[in-house]
């Protein structure tokens, strides 16, 4: 079985500008999470999707904005880049959630994402 | 919110010895606990997790114990090998039967090193 995805490995931008990074989940699982990691700040989580529909959002600005599509596959985009948002961005897919089961998370390698 | 902290930072042991990594949550409403090791370019790989109505669990060399009241769990390694070597994180999180939202509360990560 595939694992989690993510599209592209490497990125380098420039302030001011944009981007949009993709994230395949294992077949059949249908919630994707993102999250950013950096060394100052570790791993902090973005936003959770599931059945195309935002379930969840962590504390970042508007600038960060993500889409689930019917296919489970989800993408994230950040407008206005800032220096700042230089980390490698996450995603994890589990099977479904919902309730009070937490199923596991599985991770993709991450893009890393540079702003210059 | 959720906060976890996770200690110590650094971990250097000799092949062969055991580790302790120890967490601490501050939300008792959590109710699920992985572990997750990150190697060098890769994403955070499950290793083991486990769910608040459990208080120990075991696979192979590796064991996680949790203790509810204290709201504290650790990650416990046995025989430790080079190929151990990578960063170590913990996460907490709850699950919520309404919207059925989630996220994974990270730790700050533990730098596990095996000397041959």
Redesign the interface.
Known sequence: KAGVTQTPRYLIKTRGQQVTLSCSPISGHRSVSWYQQTPGQGLQFLFEYFSETQRNKGNFPGRFSGRQFSNSRSEMNVSTLELGDSALYLCASSPTGGGYSNQPQHFGDGTRLSIL | GENVEQHPSTLSVQEGDSAVIKCTYSDSAS??F?W?KQEL??????II?I?SNVGEKKDQRIAVTLNKTAKHFSLHITETQPEDSAVY?C?A?????D???????????TRLQVQP
């Open positions: 109710n699920y992985p997750y370019g890769k994403g955070p790989q499950l997790d769910r994180f996460a999180s709850r699950g919520y039967m919207t059925g939202r989630r996220a994974l509360t990270f730790g700050s990560g």
